[in-house]
């Protein structure tokens, strides 16, 4: 079994803490479902948000939704000039016997255009 990472972003219009939960939720929603993933083989997680949101830790939203044991750390990311604003980012490390071309990254909404490589 290796620890592989699974990569996901979304957007949100605002700085709002109800959006910013709401569209948490509904990425690691999208993450989970896509690569089958047992909650007990994720091994942590990082969230990242740009400059511009602050109104709330998309941790807690993880947490809201049963991400009670699993290590999670929220951050900024770096803010690039030129950059998409309004940007959740989350990075989960989970224990999996899939090899890597299997796991599926997941971007939505205004993240879509950071890795169009992925459409």
């Given at each position: 079994?290796?620890?592989?990472?699974?990569?996901?972003?979304?957007?949100?219009?605002?700085?709002?803490?109800?959006?910013?939960?709401?569209?948490?939720?509904?990425?690691?929603?999208?993450?989970?479902?896509?690569?089958?993933?047992?909650?007990?083989?994720?091994?942590?997680?990082?969230?990242?948000?740009?400059k511009d949101?602050?109104?709330?830790?998309?941790?807690?939203?993880?947490?809201?939704?049963?991400?009670?044991?699993?290590?999670?750390?929220?951050?900024?990311?770096?803010?690039?000039?030129?950059?998409?604003?309004?940007?959740?980012?989350?990075?989960?490390?989970?224990?999996?016997?899939?090899?890597?071309?299997?796991?599926?990254?997941?971007?939505?909404?205004?993240?879509?255009?950071?890795?169009?490589?992925?459409?």
């Amino acid at each position: 079994m290796a620890v592989r990472g699974i990569r996901g972003a979304t957007s949100v219009e605002e700085n709002n803490a109800d959006k910013i939960r709401e569209a948490t939720r509904e990425l690691l929603g999208r993450m989970v479902e896509e690569n089958s993933l047992d909650l007990t083989d994720a091994a942590s997680v990082l969230f990242t948000v740009t400059k511009d949101l602050d109104a709330a830790f998309p941790a807690s939203a993880a947490r809201e939704i049963g991400w009670t044991t699993v290590p999670l750390l929220c951050a900024t990311e770096i803010d690039v000039p030129g950059s998409e604003k309004g940007i959740i980012r989350i990075l989960i490390h989970v224990n999996t016997d899939k090899k890597q071309h299997e796991i599926s990254h997941i971007y939505l909404k205004h993240a879509m255009k950071l890795r169009e490589d992925l459409r």
